[in-house]
């Protein structure tokens, strides 16, 4: 049976709560995998700078018996969750060779730790039992899952909480729920002050333009963090691998504080994230953005904290994903297009090449016209979303029982074009 392509893979989080018992057997298995990851990165380094010599995944599982002959409490560990390490390690390296990422590293204790469990585990009610452990661990699910799930994973995370991922594929001809198609074309400028600024209509006449103000997670929780740290610091630890002094339990606490409010900043992005991407997505039929160079602008020490606060990244990838999931299109316009320099009144056009980034508005010379600067970027790129769509029908047609199949192409401006979600079929 051939692979249908249009498959594709999603993970499902949930909530685990093991019991005093379970969290040791977890903690254990955590280890091995940690270990058998480490020990084949180090032999793969030491390999390839003495002797020049690569190493994959199948001749380190070929002497993966030989290394629990030599670590018999390896014998412990389930086969096959060990086995996935060794698949993790040679993916991070293909992505290194790629150039997609850097050198792989060194796992470390208390960090983020995982297991994969490919086979031999079952789910039943709100429980889930795994391989050598003779007890379920409890699973609180916040959502029904019915598509099969092919393997699950369980993390840790450093504040101590785990989790069970559950990878599922979901079928060329699995129903989505329908989002309303209102028809609208969506022009995003992703700012700092502003995180987004919206321009949504039908055309240039039908339009309106909203700014999503900046929440800062990260920036309104600077103050704590630093209280947090330097309380940790003053506590009885060790300050190096030759230190031999004992760690306080305070140094704990403060320690679990800091991975507390850490994973809060993280928590409160991805709800912000999600929430503003999936409401974009069911208001507008095609999504138009700027091809930023994220790399190239996280640079600048100046802004790198206020970009990475920002999550720019995250939030087109979530955009492209569920644009992929209701039928929408994404378009994104090259990064040299001067959208916030040109003016958006009609059949003006003007470029106010010598705009400075702190001026904020600007009046156009050849029309008079005054320009926020984001909003009118805004307008520029729903502008080139109406021109891209010129004779496509795509906003009014595009019924809400359809979804995307392949892909299209739907013309060619004079800026870049990349869609995400393109033609359609029937559900």
């Known amino acids: ?42 032999r793969a380094t030491s390999l390839y700078k003495n002797y020049g010599v690569k190493t994959n995944y199948h001749s380190n599982s070929a002497i993966l018996p030989l290394l629990k002959k030599g670590f018999p409490f390896l014998l412990n560990a389930n086969s096959q969750s060990l086995q996935a390490s060794l698949k993790a390690l040679d993916t991070a390296f293909q992505k290194f060779f790629a150039k997609q990422a850097g050198y792989p590293n060194f796992k470390k204790k208390g960090v ?3 297991i994969v469990i490919p086979q031999k585990f079952k789910i039943q009610d709100n429980f889930i039992s795994i391989p050598k452990l003779k007890s379920n661990i409890k699973v609180k699910f916040h959502r029904k899952v019915y598509e099969a799930i092919k393997s699950v994973s369980i993390s840790k995370t450093t504040s ?19 989002k309303k198609v209102i028809g609208k074309i969506s022009g ?20 309106e333009s909203f700014k999503i103000p900046n929440p800062k997670y990260l920036l309104k929780s600077q103050k704590r963090l630093i209280k947090i740290s330097r309380q940790l610091d003053r506590k009885v630890h060790r300050h190096s691998k030759q230190d031999k002094t004992t760690t306080s339990k305070n140094y704990i606490k403060f320690k679990n504080r800091l991975s507390l409010l850490h994973e809060r900043i993280t928590n409160q992005h ?18 138009v953005l700027e091809d930023l160079n994220i790399k190239g602008m996280v640079k600048n020490e100046h802004l790198s904290k206020s970009i990475s606060d920002v999550s720019w990244s995250k939030f087109t990838d979530m955009l492209e994903y569920k644009a992929d999931w209701f039928g929408r299109q994404i378009l994104k316009v090259n990064r ?60 009014e047609l595009t019924p809400a029982e359809y979804a995307p199949a392949g892909c299209q192409n739907i013309g060619i401006s004079r ?10 079929r029937r559900r």
Not at 270 to 287: A, N
Not at 415 to 423: D, K, L, V
Request: proline residues 4%.
């Open 188 to 207: 995003i400028d992703l700012g700092l002050k502003d995180f987004a600024i919206i321009t949504t209509g039908t055309d240039f006449n039908n339009k």
């Open 336 to 395: 040299f297009y001067p959208s916030s320099k040109t003016c958006s009144t009609p059949d003006c056009g003007y470029v106010y090449k010598d705009l400075k980034l702190s001026e904020r508005a600007w009046i156009c010379p050849q029309c008079g016209a005054l320009h926020d600067r984001d909003v009118n970027a805004s307008i520029n790129l729903f502008l080139e979303g109406l021109n891209l769509t010129v004779g496509q029908g795509l906003p």
């Open 1 to 42: 049976m051939k692979k249908n392509i249009d498959n594709k893979f999603y993970v499902y989080r949930f909530r685990l709560y093991p019991n005093a018992e379970q969290i040791a057997y977890l903690d254990e298995q955590m280890s091995y995998n940690r270990f058998v990851y480490n020990f084949f990165l180090e």
């Open 415 to 424: 800026h870049t074009m990349r869609q995400e979600a393109c033609a359609f």
């Open 112 to 114: 983020y730790s995982s």
């Open 270 to 287: 991805k709800d912000f994230l999600h929430k503003l991407s999936l409401r974009t997505v069911s208001d507008s039929q095609v999504i």
């Open 160 to 178: 101590g909480k785990y989790y069970v991922n559950m990878l599922v594929e979901k079928f060329a001809f699995t129903p989505y729920i329908p």
